[in-house]
């Protein structure tokens, strides 16, 4: 146990202990390690150190005077060469930073940053926004290239692990690996750069197709065809081909037995998964996959595609032409003109230029119109038919519908027309197709030149034409009646 002296003013005397067991001798503060002695006077620009360096500070101490001294030359002798800075006052260009200000001088608000790249250096030079008129720099690839710049500079220390590979890149600061000059320009990038100099863009040369490109090209449009129509109904190999034509920028009739192998395998991998979900809906109609399937190869036509194809042609021409329904004629001979008034209660029929009446007799579809211009009763039937009392029984009809909207002058008049020479079918499956495109032919004043021959195109197109609830190829239409 330690024991206070009497007066712990009086100092230990050299080389004693003193009762608190601290020394009492006087500590002098080193200068700093280039001055030598205390003797010695300081070397220009250095100030007495009052804490010791350590061996690794004086090793940075000693790098950084050697940059410095290396940037005073460097900036003296490429400043002309290199970098132009023109400003109105050469007063306010203010001095070049050392990389410990640097985060200090970015803060700085009211001033525009310049970052100037000397031998792989970034330097920053702050202008006035205000008072800037021109900043051009210009580096060479050659000056990347020259000599690196110490780690000391970037703030970050060397990892004594890290090692890279010899090479271009070994003598390159790492932050001018991402400067637009060491990166490769772009195929975007060399366009643009062309565009900008007044030159054309240069155009990619075309893909080079294979089968196999082709193949998944294929697949691809099928799968697509499907979803949207919910069969194979209305394609045909002839769409195929326009599609591969048209994505691969080439004539690609010489491929047609590959495509045709290729719908035919894919169509067999999806027979057993039909799409019976899908609905068309348009006004009041509504189509099923049953009742488009109705279409397919030489099935008997339904009601409902009847009907639903009719309201199309009276939208496609402004219901100038007005369509009745298929269920109409067997209404008017069940209950008379009473059972069927109520049918036009909306509806002039003396100002329309054209009716279309669809007949379905037993097995069998014809068509009657009616020209209220000419006054005429017109019969339609692809087999050569005449059923003379459903003439009879239109006639009937227009005189009843006369008399009921007092239209005086349609109440007599009326004449009787039987087509002979028009397009014929030669199967007994097709009478409801032919009726279709009697209605659509005569609808737009189209002359009636189809054949039997044409009648798998016409169902493909009445297909996609009710799925797409509008008729094709009439919409240029000038003399829809």
């Not at 009086?10 to 009492?24: D, F, H, I």
């Not at 500070?57 to 940037?71: D, H, N, R, T, Y």
């Not at 009478?431 to 209605?439: I, N, W």
């Amino acid at each position: 146990m330690r024991v206070p002296a009497a007066n712990s003013s009086v100092r230990a005397e050299p080389g004693e202990m003193p009762e608190n067991g601290r020394s009492r001798r006087k500590r002098v503060p080193k200068t700093c390690d280039c001055c030598g002695s205390h003797g010695k006077p300081h070397m220009p620009g250095h100030q007495q150190v009052s804490k010791k360096r350590s061996r690794r500070k004086k090793e940075l101490l000693s790098q950084e005077e050697e940059v410095a001294a290396e940037e005073e030359v460097v900036s003296s002798t490429v400043a002309d060469s290199v970098v132009t800075l023109e400003v109105d006052t050469a007063s306010e260009m203010d001095e070049a930073p050392s990389p410990k200000e640097k985060a200090e001088l970015s803060q700085i608000e009211g001033g525009s940053k310049s970052i100037i790249v000397v031998n792989g250096l970034e330097n920053s030079a702050h202008v006035h926004s205000s008072d800037t008129k021109e900043l051009s720099t210009s580096v060479t690839p050659n000056d990347l290239m020259k000599k690196p710049p110490d780690s000391s500079l970037i703030g970050v220390e060397p990892d004594p692990m890290e090692t890279e590979q010899p090479g271009l890149s070994a003598g390159v600061n790492r932050a001018s690996w991402d400067h637009h000059y060491c990166k490769p320009l772009s195929e975007e990038n060399r366009s643009c750069l062309a565009e900008e100099m007044g030159q054309p863009r240069p155009t990619l040369p075309p893909a080079e197709f294979t089968t196999e490109g082709i193949i998944e090209c294929i697949h691809e449009f099928l799968e697509q065809f499907y979803g949207k129509y919910g069969s194979f109904t209305p394609l045909s190999d002839s769409d195929v081909l326009h599609h591969l034509n048209k994505t691969f920028q080439a004539d690609l009739n010489d491929r047609m037995k590959l495509i045709t192998k290729e719908v035919a395998k894919y169509r067999a991998g999806l027979a057993c998964a039909p799409m019976h979900f899908v609905q068309v809906t348009y006004n009041k109609h509504t189509l099923t996959l049953d009742d488009l399937s109705t279409l397919d190869d030489q099935n008997w036509v339904n009601d409902q595609v009847i009907n639903m194809y009719g309201e199309l042609i009276m939208e496609a021409t402004n219901h100038k032409v007005h369509f009745f329904n298929s269920f109409f004629y067997r209404q008017f001979v069940g209950k008379g003109y009473e059972g069927v008034r109520r049918w036009t209660k909306k509806v002039d029929l003396f100002s329309k230029t054209l009716i279309l009446i669809p007949l379905h007799l037993e097995i069998h579809w014809s068509l009657i119109t009616v020209d209220i211009s000419k006054q005429s009763i017109n019969f339609y039937d692809s087999q050569g038919i005449l059923f003379k009392f459903a003439v009879d029984n239109i006639l009937k009809y227009i005189l009843a519908e006369a008399k009921e909207k007092k239209q005086a002058i349609f109440q007599k008049g009326w004449e009787i027309v039987v087509n002979r020479t028009i397009p014929q079918q030669k199967n007994d499956n097709d009478c409801g197709v032919f009726v279709l495109e009697y209605c659509k032919c005569l609808a737009f004043m189209k002359p009636l030149l189809f054949t039997q021959e044409d009648m798998p195109q016409v169902r493909k197109r009445i297909y996609r034409e009710l799925c797409d609830c509008r008729l094709s190829d009439c919409l240029n239409q000038d003399k829809a009646t």
